[in-house]
Nanobody, 121 residues
Framework: QVQVVESGGGLVQAGGSLRLSCAASGSILSINTVGWYRQAPGKQREMVARIARSSSTNYADSVKGRFTISRDNAKNTVYLQMNSLKPEDTAVYYC???????????????WGQGTQVTVSS
């Protein structure tokens, strides 16, 4: 079994920073692309940032220059450093990981349960 767990959310004032973590555990052979997504009340889930196994990255335009995604392959963990936070960044943040297990020949997509980020003005 594979688990993906997010942590690090909370309440912060506008202009502040938070660091989210996404940790994968279980029977893992390799982790390919990992993405952070967010969903605000009444809105669709949107991609925030993604990082490939090679560490190449891409970001939503709304967070470029403020958020940084990184990964530690040895720890099966991906981070999202969020700086200069704005009230419009308020959402539940989800991690999605493409993971290859010893029992499958290809990767499967795993989602975490989400972590709440609230930015007050």
């Amino acid at each position: 079994q594979v688990q993906v767990v997010e942590s690090g959310g909370g309440l912060v004032q506008a202009g502040g920073s938070l660091r989210l973590s996404c940790a994968a555990s279980g029977s893992i052979l390799s982790i390919n692309t990992v993405g952070w997504y967010r969903q605000a009340p009444g809105k669709q889930r949107e991609m925030v940032a993604r990082i490939a196994r090679s560490s190449s990255t891409n970001y939503a335009d709304s967070v470029k220059g403020r958020f940084t995604i990184s990964r530690d392959n040895a720890k099966n963990t991906v981070y999202l450093q969020m700086n200069s936070l704005k009230p419009e960044d308020t959402a539940v943040y989800y991690c999605n990981a493409d993971i290859v297990t010893p029992y499958s020949g290809s990767s499967s997509s795993y989602w975490g349960q989400g972590t709440q980020v609230t930015v007050s003005s």
